[in-house]
Structure formats: C-alpha cells, structure tokens
C-alpha cells in the first residue's frame, strides 16, 4: 500500500433504479442527507477489509431500507474531504424488496425519473453517474422488479 492508499477515504455506492409504478421508464432513489443538506445517491465509507461491491448494497439498505440486486459497476468517483483523498466505487443497482425508514442519517428519500434525479442532485458528480446508469440500463429494455 502506497502512503496514498493509507490516507484515501474508500467507500461505496449505488444509483438504485426500479421500473416507474404508474408511467414507462425507471425512476432513480435518492438520499437526503440532513447533516450535509443534500441529495445524493446513497453510499458510504466502507468497513475495514469490506469488499466494496458488498458495501454499497449494505449502504443502500442502510440508508434507503430496500434490497438491491448490483448490475454494471460506474464510474468511480474521487475528490478531495478536508484535503483528504476520498475514491467512491459505484455501481447501478435494482431495487427490490424492502421500505424507508428516516434516521438521522437520512430523513428522506425521493423515486424520480432521470431528468427530474439529475436536477435534484446537489453534486454535479452524481448527475453523471445518472448520465452513465442510462448508458449502461436504458430505460425499458431489461425487466426490473
């Protein structure tokens, strides 16, 4: 491990999609995060020796309550956190089972069509990631629960 590696931040997440109930097309959960005032697509610091793919799902339902099965993994994110490299490992994930219950982490949770997620999202990072879960899961062509 580089002297990099030892001060990176490693976590994981998800931009969990289901198909829209009642028109055509997905819709896209997102996260509001009171601490920080924003919405995001739900993720968090991985644990010590957790595999990331398993911890975005374990931030998913942390955070949103549901179940998710991982497709495509996205592009990884990476910024810097009071100067301290952080690197989030993203994945496209269907909703399944489960339901929200607001905590202290997240109070709120919004299912919104693309267009209307990607002008939610209070990071300009995160509405790309909705741009590449559309190049890699277009809408109506692979069932989803």
Do not use: N, Q
Request: charged share 25%; aromatic share 6%; proline share 11%.
């Amino acid at each position: 491990m580089t002297p990099a590696e030892d001060i990176t931040v490693h976590a994981a997440g998800c931009v969990l999609w289901r198909r829209a109930p009642r028109a055509p097309g997905l819709e896209l959960c997102l996260v509001h995060r009171p601490r920080y005032d924003d919405w995001s697509h739900p993720k968090g610091k991985l644990r010590r020796g957790e595999d990331p793919l398993a911890g975005a799902l374990r931030e998913v339902a942390e955070e949103t309550g549901y179940d998710a099965v991982p497709g495509a993994e996205l592009p990884t994110a990476r910024y810097l956190v009071d100067g301290r490299p952080k690197e989030v490992r993203y994945w496209a994930a269907a909703a399944t089972t489960g339901g929200f219950t607001p905590s202290d982490e997240v109070d709120r949770i919004l299912w919104l069509p693309p267009a209307a997620a990607r002008a939610r999202l209070t990071t300009p990072g995160d509405r790309a990631l909705v741009d590449a879960l559309l190049a890699t899961h277009p809408a109506g062509t692979t069932p989803c629960p």
